[in-house]
C-alpha cells in the first residue's frame, strides 16, 4: 500500500519513521515533509489547504491511505474531502474534529454525556466574560475557543491576569470569537491516547509533557518542551476510569451529534481528588508526546491506523514495549518567544538501539541543515527505566553541534521522583 503522510514536524517525522517499517508499505509519500522525513519517504510540495490539489495526488501515485499529521488540515475538513473522493483516511472529519476545533463544543458535550470537567461559562462578549470573573474569583482560567497551536490557553493567578487574558482574545477579533472561562482544577496533568474507529476505542498509550519553557516548570507556556511514556500517574485503574468516564462517552455523544469520531482521540487529563476530569481534547497526537509512543509502539503502525479509517478495530491490539521512553526538546534560543531563523545545525550524532532523532523544525539551506523553527529537534530514547532513559536522550543532546539551541534539563523529572 502506497501512503501519503500530512505533515512537516517532529510528530510527522516519528509517523514516517514507524510507517516506513511496515512490511505493508509500498512507498511512503510525505507532504510536505522535512528533511528528516525524507531519510524515508519522498516528500513532496503539497499544499494541504489545496484539497484538488491532494485528491489529484493520490489519485496520479495510487495512493492507498492518508495519514494526516496536524490539526489545521482535520478543522479544515480534509478528511472530508479525501472520504468524498473515495480515499481512505486517517484523521475525523470537521464535524468531528470540533472536539479540538471548539473548545466551547467540547465543554457542552460533557455537559450532554455527563463527562467530568471543569465548571464553565462561554463568552462571545467582553464586559461579560470579565463580570464573570469578578465573581468567581482567581485563580481561574481563560481559554481561545479556536485552535491556538497548544498555547491558547492562560491560567490565570489573578483577578487582573485573568482580565488581561480576556482582553487579549478579544483584542482586533473578528465577529463571532469566543472564549471559554473555567474553574482552576487541580491536581497532576496526564494524557491518554486512544485510537477510535467510530464505535469503538482502544487504548494508544499514556505520556506526560512538560509545557514550560524552562527547568522547574518556570517560564511561558511552549508547545512542549519533552515528554515521557508511560504516565506512572495512569495505573490500570485511572486508565479504566478514563475510558469509562470521558473516552466512551466522547464517543457515544459525537455519534448522537451524526460526527463519529474516527482517529486519534488525544485527552489532556487533571487527576483531581474525585478522579479524572477533561481539561481537553486534541484529535491528532501529540507533538511531542507522538515521538515516545513510537519509539514504545513494537507493533505495526500501518495496518491499525487502517483499521481506525475503516471502522474495524474490533478485536485489534496493539504490542508495547515495557521500557519507557524519553524525549527532550531542542528548541532555538528565544523560543517560544521571538528567534532567529535558519542557523546552521552543524552536526547531529549517530543514533543506537533505542535512539532516535526527529526533525520537528528543520530545513536545508544549500545542500546544509538548518533550523528554521521554535521546536527543532526531538532528541528520543528508551530504556530499562526512566533514569536511564533521561541518561540517553541527554547524551546525545549534548553532542548535538547547534550553538542557537537550548532545552530543559530536568525531563521527566516527575518520574524519577
Known amino acids: 500500500m502506497d501512503v501519503l503522510l500530512i505533515g512537516s514536524g517532529g510528530r510527522e517525522h516519528a509517523l514516517a519513521w514507524k510507517l516506513a517499517r511496515s512490511p505493508d508499505l509500498g512507498k511512503l509519500f510525505a507532504a510536505p515533509g522535512n528533511p528528516g522525513i525524507a531519510a524515508v519517504a519522498e516528500c513532496v510540495a503539497l499544499d494541504p489547504a489545496d484539497h484538488d490539489a491532494v485528491i489529484a495526488f493520490c489519485r496520479e501515485k495510487g495512493i492507498g491511505f492518508v495519514v494526516v499529521g496536524p490539526e489545521v488540515p482535520l478543522v479544515a475538513g480534509l478528511a472530508d474531502a479525501l472520504t468524498d473522493a473515495s480515499i481512505p483516511v486517517f484523521g475525523p472529519s470537521a464535524a468531528a474534529a470540533r472536539l479540538e476545533g471548539s473548545k466551547g463544543f467540547t465543554k457542552d458535550l460533557c455537559t450532554l454525556q455527563n463527562i467530568p470537567t471543569a465548571r464553565y461559562q462561554r463568552f462571545t462578549e467582553s464586559d461579560a466574560a470579565k463580570d464573570y470573573i469578578q465573581r468567581e474569583g482567581a485563580p481561574i482560567v481563560v481559554k481561545a475557543d479556536g485552535l491556538a497551536a497548544g498555547k491558547g490557553v492562560t491560567v490565570a493567578a489573578t483577578i487582573e491576569e485573568a482580565l488581561a487574558a480576556i482582553d487579549d482574545c478579544f483584542a482586533g477579533a473578528q465577529a463571532g470569537v ?178 532516535m532523532i526527529f526533525h520537528a523544525g528543520t530545513s536545508l539551506i544549500h545542500g546544509e541543515l538548518a533550523a528554521n523553527g521554535g521546536r527543532v529537534l526531538n532528541v528520543t530514547a528508551r530504556a530499562a527505566d526512566v533514569a536511564q532513559a533521561v541518561e540517553k536522550a541527554y547524551a546525545l543532546v549534548d553532542r548535538v553541534e547547534w550553538s542557537e539551541g537550548f532545552c530543559r534539563r530536568d525531563i521527566a523529572h516527575r518520574a524519577r521522583h
Not at 206 to 221: L, Q
Request: glycine share 12%.
Open 178 to 355: 469566543e472564549v471559554v472561562v473555567e474553574e482552576c482544577m487541580e491536581g497532576p496533568e496526564a494524557s491518554l491516547f486512544c485510537l477510535c474507529d467510530g464505535e469503538r476505542a482502544i487504548l494508544f498509550g499514556t505520556a506526560e509533557d512538560h509545557k514550560r519553557a524552562y527547568d522547574g516548570d518556570k517560564g511561558p507556556n511552549t508547545g512542549g518542551m519533552g515528554a515521557y511514556s508511560p504516565s506512572y500517574l495512569m495505573t490500570p485503574e485511572m486508565t479504566e476510569r478514563a475510558m469509562a468516564e470521558i473516552v466512551r462517552p466522547t464517543l457515544a455523544g459525537m455519534r448522537a451529534h451524526g460526527a463519529p469520531f474516527r482517529g486519534v482521540l488525544y485527552a489532556g487529563l487533571m487527576l483531581t481528588k474525585d478522579g479524572p476530569k477533561l481539561i481537553e481534547y486534541n484529535v491528532r497526537f501529540g507533538d511531542p508526546e507522538c515521538q515516545v509512543l513510537m519509539m514504545r509502539l513494537e507493533s505495526d503502525l500501518l495496518p491499525v491506523l487502517f483499521a481506525a479509517a475503516t471502522g474495524s478495530l474490533d478485536g485489534v491490539s496493539l504490542d508495547w514495549s515495557n521500557e519507557p521512553a524519553v524525549t527532550v526538546v531542542l528548541a532555538s534560543k528565544g523560543y517560544p518567544g521571538a528567534y532567529e531563523k535558519n542557523t546552521p545545525i552543524r552536526s547531529l550524532p549517530d543514533v543506537g538501539e533505542g535512539e
